[in-house]
């Protein structure tokens, strides 16, 4: 599980050091997939000017859902070109870095550092500025949907009084 959020500095060769949880993570996959790839597998967001990616468990569940899909559907192949013909496997070198793609660093604005995001099965990788931006966005919404989340939980809604 990804989780957490860690900037790491980005070097001039596009190298950038992968938080050790999240390398410990995709290992795990691999192990669970019998997988030998030691990297993680990114693309560019379909939803904003971020990086999505994760490990061989994520791409296996996307794949899983598009199964669901006929091959010729038309939702099923835009999602198939925009993630999986845009997905770049990133092995891992001994210092637990990868070498991120020029094209996908300009994609999400990454110069000198490179922000990444836990998102539980996934995970993100912003530009730190524009994180911190966002962050505050999805706070409020979270904190407004919040109600959603207990709706369809077998959990009840915590007490929103302001006791403590």
Known sequence: MFLSRFTNTLDVKGRVSVPADFRTAVALDGIKYNDDFDGIIVWPSIDGKWLEGGGVALVRN???MLN???PHDRARIAFERA???ESHRLSFDASGRVSLPKELS???GLD???TFVGMGQRFEIWNPVAY???LKLVRKMAKETRPRLYA???FSAPDQGGGS
Request: hydrophobic share 50%; no cysteine; proline share 0%.
């Open 112 to 114: 000198k550092q490179a």
């Open 106 to 108: 300009a994609f999400a």
């Open 68 to 70: 669901n899909l006929k």
């Open 62 to 64: 996307h794949q899983a």
């Open 83 to 85: 993630v999986f013909g």
């Open 152 to 154: 369809v939980s077998q």
């Open 132 to 134: 911190d931006a966002k």
